[in-house]
Protein backbone atom coordinates (compact mmCIF):
# COMPACT_ATOMS: atom_id res chain seq x y z
CA UNK A 1 0.00 0.00 0.00
CA UNK A 2 1.07 3.10 -1.21
CA UNK A 3 1.27 6.08 1.11
CA UNK A 4 1.88 9.58 0.86
CA UNK A 5 2.38 12.19 3.22
CA UNK A 6 2.18 16.14 2.29
CA UNK A 7 3.46 18.84 4.23
CA UNK A 8 4.29 22.53 3.91
CA UNK A 9 0.93 24.46 3.49
CA UNK A 10 -0.64 27.22 5.11
CA UNK A 11 -1.62 30.62 5.56
CA UNK A 12 0.62 33.70 3.59
CA UNK A 13 0.20 36.99 2.80
CA UNK A 14 0.31 38.07 -0.85
CA UNK A 15 3.63 38.11 -2.43
CA UNK A 16 5.17 35.93 0.19
CA UNK A 17 6.21 31.96 -0.16
CA UNK A 18 5.77 28.20 0.37
CA UNK A 19 7.41 24.55 0.14
CA UNK A 20 5.43 22.06 -0.33
CA UNK A 21 6.54 18.75 0.31
CA UNK A 22 5.04 14.99 -0.64
CA UNK A 23 7.33 12.03 0.38
CA UNK A 24 5.45 8.45 -0.65
CA UNK A 25 6.23 5.23 0.87
CA UNK A 26 7.62 2.59 0.86
CA UNK A 27 10.59 3.70 -0.86
CA UNK A 28 10.36 0.31 -2.72
CA UNK A 29 8.66 1.19 -5.42
CA UNK A 30 9.74 3.28 -8.64
CA UNK A 31 7.61 5.88 -9.02
CA UNK A 32 7.22 7.59 -12.55
CA UNK A 33 5.64 10.66 -12.55
CA UNK A 34 5.02 12.76 -9.40
CA UNK A 35 2.73 15.88 -9.84
CA UNK A 36 0.91 19.02 -7.49
CA UNK A 37 -3.18 19.45 -8.43
CA UNK A 38 -5.21 21.72 -6.32
CA UNK A 39 -8.77 22.66 -6.00
CA UNK A 40 -10.25 25.95 -4.63
CA UNK A 41 -14.00 26.43 -3.06
CA UNK A 42 -16.25 25.98 -5.84
CA UNK A 43 -13.91 24.84 -8.79
CA UNK A 44 -12.30 21.43 -9.98
CA UNK A 45 -9.47 20.09 -9.54
CA UNK A 46 -6.64 21.30 -11.78
CA UNK A 47 -3.06 20.30 -12.65
CA UNK A 48 -0.58 22.95 -11.19
CA UNK A 49 2.47 21.28 -12.16
CA UNK A 50 4.02 17.28 -13.02
CA UNK A 51 7.64 16.39 -13.28
CA UNK A 52 8.70 12.81 -14.95
CA UNK A 53 11.40 10.31 -13.51
CA UNK A 54 13.73 11.77 -16.04
CA UNK A 55 13.09 15.87 -14.62
CA UNK A 56 11.17 16.96 -17.58
CA UNK A 57 7.99 19.48 -15.90
CA UNK A 58 4.58 20.82 -17.07
CA UNK A 59 3.59 23.48 -15.15
CA UNK A 60 -0.25 25.27 -15.55
CA UNK A 61 0.29 28.92 -17.39
CA UNK A 62 -0.90 30.63 -14.51
CA UNK A 63 1.77 29.52 -12.07
CA UNK A 64 4.71 29.89 -14.63
CA UNK A 65 7.73 31.82 -13.63
CA UNK A 66 6.50 31.69 -10.14
CA UNK A 67 6.53 27.93 -9.04
CA UNK A 68 9.11 25.39 -9.72
CA UNK A 69 8.97 21.46 -8.85
CA UNK A 70 11.53 19.27 -7.80
CA UNK A 71 12.09 15.53 -7.06
CA UNK A 72 14.51 13.34 -4.82
CA UNK A 73 14.06 10.13 -6.45
CA UNK A 74 16.11 8.23 -3.51
CA UNK A 75 13.47 10.02 -0.92
CA UNK A 76 10.37 9.60 -3.28
CA UNK A 77 9.93 12.71 -2.80
CA UNK A 78 8.38 15.59 -4.40
CA UNK A 79 8.97 19.59 -3.85
CA UNK A 80 6.96 22.28 -4.89
CA UNK A 81 8.23 25.83 -4.90
CA UNK A 82 5.64 28.32 -4.64
CA UNK A 83 6.59 32.25 -4.63
CA UNK A 84 4.70 35.22 -5.50
CA UNK A 85 1.92 34.04 -4.01
CA UNK A 86 -1.47 35.45 -4.79
CA UNK A 87 -4.74 34.85 -3.46
CA UNK A 88 -6.21 32.98 -6.18
CA UNK A 89 -3.61 30.43 -5.56
CA UNK A 90 -5.64 29.98 -2.38
CA UNK A 91 -6.62 25.93 -2.55
CA UNK A 92 -6.26 22.31 -1.24
CA UNK A 93 -2.99 21.15 -2.88
CA UNK A 94 -2.96 17.44 -3.51
CA UNK A 95 0.38 15.55 -4.39
CA UNK A 96 -0.01 12.76 -7.32
CA UNK A 97 2.52 9.92 -7.84
CA UNK A 98 1.92 7.29 -10.92
CA UNK A 99 3.65 3.47 -9.92
CA UNK A 100 3.47 1.30 -13.02
CA UNK A 101 -0.51 2.44 -14.30
CA UNK A 102 -2.01 3.22 -11.32
CA UNK A 103 -1.84 6.69 -9.33
CA UNK A 104 -2.37 7.42 -6.10
CA UNK A 105 -3.23 10.49 -4.08
CA UNK A 106 -2.25 12.54 -0.93
CA UNK A 107 -4.92 13.56 1.42
CA UNK A 108 -3.92 17.67 0.94
CA UNK A 109 -2.79 20.18 2.23
CA UNK A 110 -4.55 23.75 2.65
CA UNK A 111 -2.68 26.56 1.20
CA UNK A 112 -4.54 30.30 2.13
CA UNK A 113 -2.67 33.23 0.48
CA UNK A 114 -4.45 36.51 2.31
CA UNK A 115 -3.30 39.78 3.90
Known amino acids: QVQLVESGGGLVQPGGSLRLSCAAS????????MGWYRQAPGKERELVAT???????IFADSVKGRFTISRDNALNTVYLQMNSLKVEDTAVYYC?????????WGQGTQVAVSS
Open 96 to 104: RVVIGIRDY
Open 26 to 33: PSIFRIED
Open 51 to 57: ITRGGST
